[in-house]
């Protein structure tokens, strides 16, 4: 029989990888969800939309309990400040998934064909600079020195999303066929879905502060 | 009356308890990695096993220095000890009861003109200083070694949180049972020359002896020192003095515990001794010096930025003050207590230079001219006997132990009064008859009377190898002593 202490030990670090791996099956859909709505298939997009909710609601469980079991069984009390904030940055990134995705849905906005190829880049930068977050976070918890193997590609990510974000609406206001309230319509939803690399970069730059702490 | 004067004891264990076992379990439960209620259990049941069962190595270091002879002046000792540590840890320095006994007994020993036995005062004192270095110098090797491991073995953020758990209670653990084994002897060193208990067997299973018992019950007030006092210490020791993580509390407390075992092993010391090599001296050293060096040697291995000098400097003073506080008080203790009181605090060794003690004396090869002049002389304290043996200039230091073995004049009659009132239980058969066979014999020397029973019969002589043995036979030898002794003075 083991322990309580190593049972408690065990659970949190198995909800730790299920929370993070939430985290990137989001972007995953997030990524499949936006593909549909760019091809006008919206009743596969609202199944998305349904599947990112309950993947929001699991994700924000596990925060909780991830959260309660930390206080109540005193775990990793030296770094347990920096392990919630990070739990609730990266359910942040998680939240903005979910925020664009009804965002479409509520505004449904009319992106032309022609920008769906930039929409679609800005949002596998998004997407990818996510992806390089959950892999440092994992290994924060594992392998302390081969977090930095994955911490750059989030700054590149990032900086990818922002020369995409910017060409994109470059284009948008250069095209003149679409009206400004049009164009301004469109440009929000660039820099939202650019938000998320910028949000992934700041997780980041706490995380490489929190290894600094940690390394012995 | 003898719980009465163990009361001293009792509150020195007290404090021990409720300040060194913060040293033991406090970076655990102040970074909360254990529960108060876990760490104080623990601790408790360690402390108390370690004094049964491992305390006798220190003791007998302890016992050395001056056998404290009166049961008024053990009593006075443990609380100028007690209320030194008191004083000292209200003033806020951290400091051990070590310091506090082994400055109480010189305290004893300038006022009762007993003689201090040099080498064992220096053997303690260096031990002083090379406690706190040796934990520095194992806290750095452990350090490294955990840190190679975790990086070797890939160890994850929660894995490792669990191990550490598990690292600092079996450090604790071990440290606890290393303080009880250490530290008892600070405790109820002193009442072990005066104790009226005698050898018990636990069911037949087991045996305690006189000295084990009360190393039980100074155990028990350890207990009670952690359960009632310590958690605030704990909760000081664990965030208020350093930060430290966990992992370094791990390493501390190890190599704390490891210094501590080192200084009260009889094993280990046997080993090394079986092996040709030097030995570590059993002298009861300062739990806070050990876990102090330890935390110095971590700090010096990250570079020594982050120690606080001052504070070391604080630390190191209350160090040198405590032995000097705790003699000082004893001192003035004990001359109310004889004078006020009108208590024995000391029983007068007197030194007869007989004819028995010379050819014993010469029998060892020592030389004994300037003795023989002597014959006959008589000197009431040893520091006497001492100056007078000073001016023969051939003796050596280990000489005039013997020479003050030899001529200890304690004058036993072996009376039918005496042996009628010997524990049937206690003594074999075989012993009790060697007794009556030298029934009417009067000695005037410790040694003599156990020379003649080793004479007659070997239930009465010290087996090579059989040390429980031995030791219950010094037990035994040293309750006939008393108990003849009293005979003595009853046919005057």
């Excluded at chain 1, 900086?159 to 948008?172: A, F, M, P, Y």
């Excluded at chain 2, 003033?91 to 009762?112: C, D, E, K, R």
């Excluded at chain 2, 209670?169 to 005698?198: D, E, K, T």
């Excluded at chain 2, 003095?241 to 390493?251: D, E, G, L, N």
């Amino acid at each position: 029989m083991k322990s309580s202490i190593l049972k408690d030990s065990e659970e949190t670090g198995k909800q730790f990888d299920e929370f993070l791996d939430n985290v990137s099956g989001a972007g995953v859909l997030f990524g499949e969800a936006t593909d549909d709505y760019f091809e006008g298939d919206l009743e596969a997009f609202e199944k998305k939309r349904d599947k990112m909710n309950d993947l929001e609601h699991r994700g924000d469980a596990l925060r909780r309990t991830l959260e309660h079991l930390l206080y109540t069984k005193t775990l990793v009390p030296e770094s347990r400040g920096d392990v919630m904030e990070l739990l609730e940055n990266m359910d942040a990134l998680l939240d903005h998934y979910k925020a664009v995705i009804w965002r479409f849905d509520i505004e449904h906005p009319d992106i032309p064909p022609e920008f769906h190829d930039d929409f679609r880049e800005l949002i596998v930068s998004g997407v990818n600079a996510v992806e390089s977050t959950v892999l440092s976070c994992k290994a924060f918890f594992r392998e302390i020195d081969e977090a930095c193997n994955h911490m750059h590609k989030v700054i590149f990510w990032e900086t990818e999303g922002d020369i995409v974000s910017t060409r994109l609406q470059k284009r948008i206001f250069r095209n003149e066929s679409l009206r400004l309230s049009h164009k301004r319509h469109i440009r929000d939803f660039a820099k939202f879905i650019e938000k998320i690399g910028d949000e992934a970069e700041d997780v980041i730059d706490r995380l490489s502060i929190y290894i600094i702490k940690r390394v012995m | 009356m003898f719980l009465f004067f163990l009361s001293s004891g009792l509150f020195l264990g007290w404090s021990l308890g409720a300040n060194d076992a913060a040293n033991v379990f406090g970076t655990a439960v102040g970074s909360r990695m254990i529960t108060f209620k876990r760490a104080a259990v623990l601790c408790s049941v360690f402390v108390i096993l370690g004094a049964v069962i491992s305390g006798a190595g220190t003791s007998d270091t302890i016992g050395k220095l001056g056998t404290v002879n009166a049961l008024a002046g053990a009593f006075i000792v443990a609380l100028a000890a007690a209320i030194s540590v008191y004083i000292m840890t209200v003033i806020g320095y951290p400091v051990s009861t070590s310091q506090g006994i082994i400055g109480a007994i010189i305290g004893w020993n300038l006022f009762t003109g007993t003689l201090i036995d040099y080498t064992s005062l220096t053997k303690i004192v260096s031990s002083w200083v090379a406690c706190p270095i040796l934990a520095a110098i194992f806290s750095i090797i452990l350090y490294k070694l955990v840190v190679i491991c975790i990086k070797t073995f890939n160890v994850r953020m929660f894995k490792l949180d669990t191990l550490t758990r598990y690292g600092l209670i079996i450090a604790g653990i071990f440290g606890a049972y290393s303080l009880g084994a250490n530290n008892i002897a600070n405790v109820m060193g002193v009442f072990v020359p005066v104790s009226p208990f005698r050898d018990i067997s636990v069911m037949g299973i087991f045996s305690l002896t006189s000295a084990q018992q009360l190393f039980f019950i100074g155990g028990i007030a350890i207990a009670i020192g952690i359960i009632t006092y310590s958690k605030r210490v704990m909760m000081t020791v664990g965030t208020g003095i350093m930060k430290i993580s966990p992992v370094s509390a791990f390493v501390t407390v190890w190599a704390h515990s490891i210094v501590l075992f080192l200084f009260a092993s009889q094993g280990l010391e046997r080993f090394l001794i079986s092996h040709g090599l030097p030995s570590i001296p059993l002298v009861p050293v300062s739990s806070s010096q050990a876990i102090v060096g330890a935390v110095i040697g971590i700090g010096l291995l990250k570079g020594g930025k982050g120690i606080r000098w001052k504070t070391v400097r604080g630390i190191s003073v209350g160090w040198v003050t405590t032995p000097l506080l705790a003699a000082l008080i004893s001192f003035i203790s004990l001359f109310f207590f004889q004078n006020v009181f009108q208590q024995q605090i000391y029983k007068p060794v007197e030194y007869i230079v007989s004819a028995e003690a010379i050819e014993r004396i010469e029998n060892k090869g020592i030389p004994a001219n300037e003795l023989k002049g002597m014959l006959g002389n008589k000197f009431p304290s040893a520091v006497q006997f001492n100056n007078a043996l000073k001016e023969c200039s051939f003796l050596r230091h280990d000489d005039t132990n013997f020479i003050m073995e030899s001529t200890e004049h304690y004058k036993m009659k072996i009376t039918d009064t005496g042996i009628r009132s010997l524990d049937a239980e206690w003594f074999t058969e075989e012993q009790i008859k060697v007794l009556e066979k030298l029934e009417g014999q009067v000695f005037i020397h410790k040694w003599m009377m156990e020379e003649a029973l080793a004479g007659i019969s070997p239930s009465w002589r010290i087996k090579k190898d059989d040390k429980l043995f031995n030791r219950r036979l010094k037990g035994k030898i040293a309750h006939i002593h008393d108990l003849f002794h009293a005979s003595e003075f009853f046919m005057r």
